[in-house]
C-alpha cells in the first residue's frame, strides 16, 4: 500500500532482501530473481523456495534494499534489524514492517534513537517505517543475539519459544515420563529441555528431534550432546518415520491468537508415525479442546495427569499406526 502510494520506492536495481519473510508475503512485482530471503521457520522457507525465492536460514547477502518483518520477540527483531544493518550497501533502504500486536511501535521507539526515519506508513493493525542506512552505521552491538545460560547447563537465544527456560507444560511432561525405550520422537522439540530428559532412559536407542524453526535446532544440538539425538529441521505435521514413542509439546499458535488446530495436526501426525503397539505422551493446556481427535487417532487415551493448568495424556494403539 505504501508502494502504490508513493510514500516510498524500491530501487530499479541491485538485489532486494527479506528479513524473517513470511511464506505468502507479497512481492509487489519485483523479480524473484532479484530478491534473497532469510527465514528459519521451516514452513515458510519452503514456501518461499516453491516461489522461486532464493532463501536461507540467515541473511549474509550484500543488498540494495533490506525488507524486515518483525518477530514477536522484540530482541529477535532488534536482531533482524541489525543483520539488515550489516547486509544493505551504505546509502540503501532499509524498511520495517510489523503489526502492531506484535511489539512494532516499540520496536520503532528503540530504532529511533539511533537512525532518523524517512517516513511511516499505518493500516488497520500493521505499521510500516524505513530510513536510509547511514554511512556510519550506529552502535547497536546489543542488539545482536547473545546466548542465555540457564539452570542445568542449557543454552538459548532470543526469539525461540521459552528462551527464558523450560515452560510449565514441558517441565511437567518431563517429571512424568516413564522410562522409554526404542525410537522415539520428540515433535516440537524447541531447543531440546525434554529431549535430553528422554535420553537419561538408557533403552532409547535412537531420539528424533523434530523441530521447524531452525534457530531453536541448532540450540538443540548444543543442550542435547548425545549419540543417540537425531535432529531434523522439518514441519512436525508432515514428517514421516516409525517410531515406538512419541513425545510432545505442541504448539497451539503462530500468532498471537490460540489456534488448536495446530496442536491438533500434531496429534494426529503421533499417531500416523506410530508403531501399532506404540504410545504418544502429550502435555497441553487444560482449556485446550484434544481430546475429540485423541479419540479418533488412538484406540486408547488415559488422563494421566491435570495439574497447574495442564493435561497429561498417554494415548496407545494408534488406528493409523505402521503397519
Known amino acids: 500500500m ?15 532482501g527479506l528479513i524473517n519473510a513470511p511464506g505468502s508475503i507479497d512481492i509487489c512485482g519485483i523479480q524473484p530473481s532479484r530478491l ?73 521507539k528503540t530504532l529511533r534513537y539511533h537512525v532518523a526515519l524517512e517516513g511511516s506508513y499505518s493500516k488497520a493493525h500493521g505499521k510500516l517505517v524505513w530510513f536510509i542506512r547511514p554511512l556510519r552505521p550506529p552502535n547497536i552491538d546489543e542488539w545482536r543475539p547473545k546466548p542465555a545460560h540457564l539452570e542445568n547447563g542449557f543454552t538459548t537465544v532470543p526469539g525461540i519459544f521459552s528462551a527464558d527456560g523450560a515452560d510449565r507444560g514441558s517441565r511437567l511432561l518431563a517429571e512424568t515420563l516413564p522410562e522409554l525405550s526404542g525410537k522415539v520422537a520428540d515433535l516440537g522439540a524447541g531447543w531440546g529441555y525434554l529431549s535430553r530428559h528422554i535420553l537419561l532412559s538408557p533403552d532409547v536407542v535412537r531420539l528424533d528431534l523434530i523441530e521447524a524453526d531452525h534457530t531453536a535446532l541448532e540450540m538443540a544440538k548444543v543442550n542435547v550432546p548425545d549419540q543417540r539425538a537425531v535432529f531434523k529441521w522439518t514441519d512436525a505435521r508432515e514428517v514421516e518415520g516409525s517410531y515406538d514413542v512419541v513425545v510432545t509439546n505442541p504448539p497451539f499458535h503462530t500468532s498471537r491468537q490460540p489456534d488448536p488446530v495446530i496442536g491438533q495436526a500434531f496429534l494426529k501426525r503421533a499417531a500416523a508415525i506410530l508403531q501399532p503397539k506404540g504410545e504418544a505422551w502429550i502435555v497441553a493446556n487444560r482449556n485446550l479442546p484434544y481430546e475429540q481427535t485423541l479419540g479418533r487417532v488412538f484406540k486408547d487415551v488415559d488422563t494421566v495427569l491435570q495439574q497447574n493448568g495442564y493435561k497429561i495424556f498417554r494415548a496407545r494403539k494408534p488406528k493409523t499406526a505402521n503397519a
Open 2 to 16: 505504501a508502494l502504490d502510494r508513493g510514500l516510498l520506492s524500491i530501487p530499479p536495481a541491485g538485489r532486494v
Open 36 to 108: 534473497i530471503a532469510s527465514q528459519s521457520f521451516f514452513p515458510d522457507h519452503a514456501q518461499l523456495l516453491r516461489r522461486g525465492i532464493g532463501v536461507d536460514t540467515t541473511f549474509k547477502t550484500k543488498v540494495a534494499v533490506s525488507i524486515v518483518h518483525c518477530h514477536r520477540s522484540k530482541d529477535a527483531t532488534l536482531a533482524l534489524i541489525a543483520s539488515a544493518m550489516d547486509n544493505t550497501a551504505e546509502g540503501g533502504l532499509i524498511i520495517l514492517d510489523g503489526d502492531k500486536t506484535d511489539g512494532v511501535e516499540s520496536v520503532i
